[in-house]
C-alpha cells in the first residue's frame, strides 16, 4: 500500500485512544513527524517474508566452500557434489552454489542476494525439536522461552493486542502464516500474534452465536481463546477476500512447487494491500539421513530438489514482486534449525550438524557474501561440526533495526539481549518513525506503566470493567513473579505500583485480566 | 429454518444479558492422586468415557451410570482382549488389479506391490478408523492411538502399509502391557527401523537418528532433570549397529557382522555405564543393557508420565501438578516395573482426574473430535458386503483429519504432533482460523448432506438421534439432554433459550415441538412432517457442534 493511502485511510486518528505516554495522540496529527512521512518512502511499508526449511538443512551442499574441496570431499564422498558442476557466483571462486540453484544464482549476480555464512548459535543442540523452539523464541540454547522472536517484535509495536484489533490503524492481520498451522515464532506474550490461511479464496462463515459468561477456570481459558480465534477469522478473512480479490496479473511461478504457491499468496496479498508485516511460509524434508543424493548422480536426488523448489519458488516471488511494482518494500529470509554434520553418513545422507548459511533476498538486501566460508579440518570425524560466525539472533536483530527501524531500548525488548548489528539490508527507509507511536496506541489501551523502562518502581494503571481484576507480573521466560491484584473493583480506572525488588534487568510483561478480557504491557528493569 | 426463523433467532441472540463473569481468579486443581470419592453422576462418567473413549455414546453412558467409579475405571482399563481382523483389499477392480489379493481379502501378508502402495496405505488408514469408530468399552484403542503419537513415523516416508500394519499390532499388544517391553518391541519393529534409519546403522557408519530419538523422545525427554548427552546419543548409536531389514517378509534381524563391538561409554547421567561389546548373536543383548541402564533413571517414569497427562487432562503442568500428581504417578510407574495399567488406573481413579477444575479445558484433538461426533450421533456406516464402499465412508473421517491436521499414520514429523508437546500453545494448536472452519464444515457435511456412494449413504439420521434422549417429545427436556451430552458443562438458560427458538421455528410454546415431533413418529413417510422435525433437529445439533463449547472435553 501507499503511504498516501494509508494515511488517508488511517484518517479518523481521534478513533485512536486517548492517552501515549501523557501526550494526546491526536496531537501526532500536527506534528512534523507525521507530516514528514506523506513525503518520500519510509518504512512503514516494509515487509518481511520469512521461508523456514523445515529438518535441518544441508548448508555445506547449499552453499559450497570451495577452496574447501578438498578436506571436505575426503570427509563427505558419497555426497559431494562435482566441483565442475557447482554454480558460479560474480566476483568469488571460492563460493558457490547447488547445481539446482540457478534461480539464486541470478539473484545473486543481479545483488538480490545477500549469503550470511555459518549462521547458528553457542553450544548449538541437535534436536530438532529444541532447535527449532531455540530458532523460533531466540533463546540461548539452555533457556526456554514462550515467546517467539516475530510475537515479541510484534507485541512492541501493536501492544494492545487483540483488545479494539482489527481498527483503522491496523485493519488486518498482524502477521500470516501460510499454512494450517501457527508458528511459535509468532507466539507473543499473551497469544499468537498470527493468522493463518492456506489460500486467499476458501473462508467459510464461523457460527460467532450465543457466547455464555466465560467463568475464570482453565475452561473458560479455552472457551475464550477458541472464542477469540473464531471473531478474529470472521473479521480478518473478510480483508484478506478483498485484498485477495483485487486483480494483478502474476508473473510466472513454478508449477507443482508448494512453496511456490504459497509465496505467490503472499504476492497476491501484498498486492492487495494488506498492512501486514510479517509473512511466513515454509518447505519440510531436510531432514536427509539418507539417501540424500541420488547413488549414480550427487547433483541429484531429495536434496536437489528440495533446493530446486526453493530457488526457482523465491527467483520467481522476487520477480513477481518486482513485476508488481513493489520489489523493493520486501525482503525475504530463509532459515533451518541446523545445518548438517561436515562428514556424511553410509546411507547417502548426512546427520544433525551445527551453523549453516542463511539467504536474504530483495532487492534492497545488501548484496554479496558476509563471512567467510567455514574452514573443514582434514580428516573430519563424525564428531567434527562447524563452528558458528554470527548468531541467528544478530540476523533477526539486524532486520528489526534496518528493516523495521526498531530502536533502541526496544530492540533489546524484543531480542532480550543486545546483539551484533550486521551490514544485511539497506536502511535508508528508516527516517520517519512516528508510525511507531501509531501502532502503539492503536487498539484498546487496558494497561500501562510509568515509568518505563524504570529501576526501582514503576506504577501501574489499568481500566477494568469491574468485578474481578487480576493484575500479574511475568518474567521474561514467561513465569509468573508477581500478583499484584487479585480482587473485585469497581469499574473504572486503577493503579498500583510494582517494586522492583532485586530482579535482574530485563523484559517483564504486566499481565492485566478482567473476566475474558486480558492484556500485556511490556516493561524493562533497567539499572 | 426459514429466513424469518432465523433472523428471530440472531435478534434472540443479541439481547442475551452479558453476566459478569465469576469473581474469583482462574482456578487451578491442587488435588491430587488420592482416590476420587466425590459422587459419580451421569456428569462423572461422560467425563471420564470423553477422556478414555473418543467421545461418550449413549450406549455407553448408560452402561456404565449405575457402577461406581472404580468399577466402572477397572473395567475401562482392560485390554479389549480381540484381535482386530486385518484390512483388507477394498480397491482393486478391472483397471487398478492386485494380482495377488481378492477384493474383500488382506494384503498385509501379501508381497509388497509397488504398484497398489497409496492403495494399501489408505485401506489401513480407513480400517484403523473403523477401529476407532467401532471401539469396545475400554481405553485400549485411546491409547493405541496415544503410542502412535510417541513412537511417531510417517508412513508417507517409509511407504509399506505392511510396515504400518504391523506397528499398529505391536503398539496394540503393549498398550496396557509393560513400557519397556513396548520400547524394545518398537525398536526392533521394522518401521521404526526404516523411518529412523536404524536399517542402514552399522559399525563403520553410525547412523545416530534413532539413537536419539530413543533417548530425546522415546523415553527420556528433554525435561529439566534430564542428562544425557551427545556422546550418549552416539553411544546408543553403536549399540544399536547391526539391525536389518528382510524386505521380503518385512521382519526385523540382527546381523553381527554389521554390529560394533567396541565398548561403548556413556555419561555421568548413566552413572558411567560401559556397554561392553558382544561378539556374534550376543551383540544383540546390549540393547537389553542399554535399556535396562535408561529404564533406571527416574527420567522415564516422568516423562511418560507428564506425556499421559498432556494426552488425558490438560497441557499445562504447574509445580502443583507436577508435585502432587506427576510425581505420584511417576513413583507408581517405576516400582511397578513400568506396568502402564496401574499408573492409569491411578490417575483416573484421582480426585485430581474427577476436579471440577481440570474438566472441560481439553481441546480435542481432530481425531477425537471426528469419532466422537460420529459416535455421539450414532452415525451409521455400511457393513462389509460392500467393502469398497465401507472404506471409502471411512476413508472420510481420515481426510478430514488431514485437513484438521492430525492425519493418522503420518504426523508431521518424528515428534508426533506439536499440540501434544509444542510449548505453550499445545493444545490451542488444533484450533485456528483454518482448522476451525473445517471442524464446522465437517459437521455439516455429515448432518445435512451426508456422504454416498454406490447407493449408500452416510449421514446422521435426526430421529435416531433424539431417541438416544430421555424424552425427545418435550422440548425443553430434550434440549437439556442434548447439552447435557455434547457439551463439557452446564449450559446456562441464554443457550437454552437460543436452543428453543431455534428447535420451535420462533414460536414460544414447547407443545408445538411435541406435536410436530408425534406427527412424525406415527407417519414417519410423510414428508412434510419429517422435513419439519429433521430440519429443527438438524440445525439445534448443528448449533450445537459448531460452538466452541464442543471443541472442548
Known amino acids: 500500500m501507499k503511504r498516501r493511502k494509508f494515511l488517508k485511510t488511517a484518517a479518523p486518528l481521534a478513533a485512536i485512544p486517548t492517552i501515549l505516554n501523557g501526550i494526546p495522540v491526536s496531537a501526532f496529527g500536527a506534528s512534523a513527524a507525521l507530516e514528514s512521512m506523506t513525503g518520500g518512502r519510509d518504512a512503514g511499508d516494509h515487509v518481511l517474508v520469512i521461508v523456514q526449511m523445515n529438518g535441518g538443512n544441508d548448508g555445506l551442499n547449499m552453499v559450497i566452500p570451495l577452496d574447501q574441496y578438498s578436506p571436505l570431499s575426503a570427509a563427505r564422498s558419497n555426497v559431494m557434489i562435482q566441483d565442475t558442476k557447482v554454480l558460479k557466483l560474480n566476483g568469488t571462486t571460492a563460493t558457490g552454489l547447488h547445481p539446482a540453484m540457478t534461480g539464486m544464482q541470478q539473484l545473486y549476480n543481479d545483488n538480490k542476494l545477500r549469503i550470511v555464512q555459518s549462521v547458528g548459535y553457542p553450544d548449538p543442540n541437535y534436536s530438532h525439536f529444541r532447535s527449532t523452539d531455540i530458532w523460533l523464541t531466540a533463546s540461548d540454547s539452555d533457556q526456554l522461552l514462550t515467546t517467539g522472536w516475530a510475537g515479541r517484535n510484534l507485541n512492541n509495536e501493536y501492544p494492545n493486542y487483540p483488545n479494539g484489533y482489527p481498527n483503522t490503524a491496523m485493519p488486518d492481520p498482524l502477521a500470516i502464516q501460510v499454512g494450517a498451522l501457527l508458528s511459535p515464532g509468532f507466539q507473543g506474550p499473551q497469544m499468537n500474534m498470527a493468522f493463518a490461511i492456506t489460500n486467499t479464496k476458501d473462508f467459510y462463515d464461523l457460527q460467532n452465536g450465543y457466547e455464555a459468561p466465560a467463568p475464570t477456570s482453565l475452561y473458560g481459558k479455552e472457551l475464550q481463546y477458541i472464542r477469540t480465534v473464531s471473531a478474529q477469522s470472521t473479521d480478518y478473512s473478510a480483508v484478506i477476500k478483498a485484498a485477495a480479490q483485487k486483480t494483478v496479473v502474476h508473473g510466472t511461478y513454478p508449477a507443482n512447487n508448494p512453496l511456490a504457491d504459497a509465496l505467490k499468496v503472499v504476492s497476491s496479498l501484498i498486492a492487495g494491500g494488506l498492512k501486514t508485516r510479517i509473512y511466513m511460509v515454509d518447505i519440510g524434508g531436510f531432514d536427509t539421513h539418507s539417501l540424500q543424493v541420488d547413488s549414480s548422480d550427487t547433483t541429484q536426488g531429495d536434496h536437489a530438489d528440495l533446493l530446486k523448489q526453493l530457488s526457482d519458488a523465491i527467483k520467481a516471488f522476487v520477480d513477481d514482486c518486482n513485476g508488481l511494482g513493489f520489489g523493493d518494500r520486501v525482503l525475504g529470509m530463509t532459515f533451518s534449525e541446523f545445518g548438517r554434520r561436515i562428514q556424511s553418513n553410509a546411507s547417502l545422507g548426512t546427520d544433525h550438524g551445527s551453523a549453516a548459511p542463511m539467504f536474504l533476498f530483495g532487492n534492497k538486501v545488501l548484496p554479496g557474501i558476509l563471512g567467510t566460508n567455514p574452514v573443514i579440518p582434514t580428516g573430519a570425524s563424525v564428531d567434527d561440526n562447524l563452528p558458528m560466525q554470527y548468531d541467528f539472533r544478530s540476523v533477526y536483530a539486524s532486520i528489526l533495526q534496518d528493516w523495521f527501524c526498531v530502536q533502541q531500548p526496544d530492540l533489546d525488548t524484543v531480542m532480550l539481549q543486545n546483539f551484533q548489528s550486521l551490514p544485511l539490508v539497506d536502511n535508508a527507509d528508516c527516517a520517519a518513525t512516528a508510525l511507531h507511536e501509531i501502532n502503539k496506541a492503536a487498539g484498546l489501551n487496558l494497561i500501562t506503566n510509568y515509568p518505563n523502562p524504570f529501576t526501582t518502581s514503576t506504577t501501574i494503571q489499568f481500566t477494568t470493567g469491574g468485578e474481578h481484576t487480576l493484575v500479574q507480573v511475568f518474567n521474561g521466560e514467561g513465569k509468573c513473579i508477581k500478583t499484584l491484584v487479585d480482587d473485585n473493583l469497581t469499574a473504572g480506572t486503577h493503579k498500583v505500583s510494582f517494586e522492583n525488588e532485586e530482579y535482574a534487568t530485563g523484559v517483564y510483561y504486566a499481565r492485566f485480566q478482567n473476566g475474558p478480557v486480558q492484556q500485556m504491557r511490556t516493561m524493562i528493569i533497567a539499572r | ?553
Not at chain 2, 25 to 35: E, Q
Not at chain 2, 236 to 254: H, K, M, N, P, W
Request: proline fraction near 5%; charged fraction near 20%.
Open chain 2, 1 to 553: 429454518m426459514n429466513r424469518r426463523a432465523f433472523l428471530s433467532l440472531s435478534e434472540l441472540e443479541e439481547e442475551q444479558p452479558v453476566m459478569p463473569a465469576a469473581p474469583s481468579s482462574i482456578l487451578r486443581s491442587t488435588t491430587g492422586t488420592a482416590p476420587y470419592t466425590g459422587t459419580f453422576g451421569q456428569k462423572e462418567v461422560k467425563h471420564l468415557l470423553r477422556k478414555v473413549m473418543f467421545g461418550a455414546s449413549t450406549a455407553d453412558i448408560n452402561y456404565f451410570k449405575g457402577k461406581t467409579m472404580v468399577q466402572a475405571v477397572d473395567e475401562l482399563m482392560l485390554p479389549t482382549g480381540v484381535t482386530p481382523s486385518p484390512p483388507v483389499n477394498n480397491y482393486s477392480n478391472a483397471q487398478n488389479p492386485d494380482p495377488n489379493v481378492a477384493l474383500g481379502q488382506t494384503w498385509v501378508n501379501a508381497p509388497y506391490d509397488q504398484l497398489l502402495i497409496g492403495e494399501r496405505v489408505q485401506s489401513l488408514k480407513s480400517w484403523w478408523m473403523s477401529l476407532m469408530l467401532n471401539q469396545g468399552r475400554s481405553i485400549e484403542e485411546k491409547m493405541v492411538l496415544f503410542w502412535h503419537n510417541h513412537f511417531s513415523t510417517e508412513l508417507k516416508e517409509y511407504q509399506d502399509a505392511r510396515g504400518g500394519y504391523k506397528m499398529l499390532v505391536t503398539l496394540r499388544q503393549h498398550a496396557l502391557g509393560n513400557f519397556k517391553d513396548l520400547v524394545k518391541a518398537i525398536t526392533l519393529d521394522p518401521a521404526m527401523l526404516r523411518y529412523l534409519n536404524g536399517y542402514l546403522n552399522t559399525k563403520n557408519a553410525p547412523d545416530e537418528n534413532y539413537g536419539r530419538e530413543l533417548q530425546e523422545l522415546f523415553t527420556l525427554g528433554k525435561g529439566p532433570n534430564s542428562g544425557y548427552t551427545e556422546d550418549d546419543v552416539k553411544a546408543a548409536a553403536r549399540v544399536l549397529t547391526g539391525y536389518r531389514i528382510d524386505q521380503t517378509t518385512l521382519t526385523s534381524y540382527f546381523d553381527s557382522s554389521k554390529h560394533d563391538l567396541g565398548s561403548k561409554q556413556f555419561s555421568a547421567f548413566f552413572n558411567n555405564t560401559v556397554i561392553a561389546g558382544q561378539i556374534g548373536a550376543a551383540g544383540a543383548t546390549e540393547l537389553d543393557a542399554m535399556l535396562d541402564m535408561i529404564f533406571a533413571t527416574n527420567e522415564v517414569s516422568m516423562y511418560i508420565c507428564r506425556r499421559l497427562y498432556r494426552f488425558f487432562v490438560y497441557y499445562d503442568i504447574d509445580s502443583t501438578v507436577e508435585a502432587n500428581v506427576i510425581i505420584p504417578m511417576a513413583a507408581l510407574f517405576k516400582s511397578n516395573g513400568y506396568e502402564i495399567k496401574p499408573v492409569l488406573e491411578l490417575l483416573f481413579k484421582s480426585e485430581h482426574f474427577f476436579d471440577i477444575a481440570n474438566r472441560g479445558a481439553f481441546i480435542k484433538p481432530p481425531v477425537d473430535f471426528e469419532v466422537g461426533f460420529a459416535r455421539e450421533t450414532k452415525l451409521v456406516f455400511p457393513d462389509n458386503t460392500d467393502v469398497a464402499t465401507q472404506y471409502h465412508m471411512w476413508k472420510q473421517l481420515t481426510d478430514y483429519g488431514f485437513l484438521l491436521q492430525q492425519w493418522i499414520l503420518d504426523p508431521p514429523n518424528v515428534s508426533g504432533w506439536p499440540a501434544f508437546y509444542q510449548e505453550p500453545m499445545f493444545h490451542e494448536i488444533w484450533i485456528n482460523s483454518v482448522t476451525y472452519p473445517f471442524r464446522n464444515l465437517l459437521c455439516d457435511a455429515l448432518l445435512f448432506q451426508g456422504v454416498t456412494k454406490s447407493g449408500q449413504t452416510v449421514k446422521v439420521n435426526p430421529l435416531e438421534f433424539v431417541q438416544q434422549y430421555s424424552n425427545p417429545r418435550d422440548v425443553d427436556v430434550l434440549i437439556d439432554d442434548m447439552i447435557a451430552h455434547l457439551h463439557p458443562m452446564d449450559a446456562d438458560a441464554g443457550l437454552k433459550a437460543v436452543l428453543r427458538t431455534t428447535m420451535l421455528s420462533g414460536q414460544t410454546s414447547g407443545y408445538y415441538w411435541t406435536v410436530a415431533y408425534d406427527d412424525y413418529v406415527a407417519d414417519p413417510v410423510n414428508s412434510t412432517y419429517k422435513n419439519i422435525v429433521e430440519y429443527n433437529i438438524q440445525i439445534a445439533v448443528r448449533y450445537l457442534v459448531r460452538m466452541p463449547e464442543y471443541q472442548l472435553s
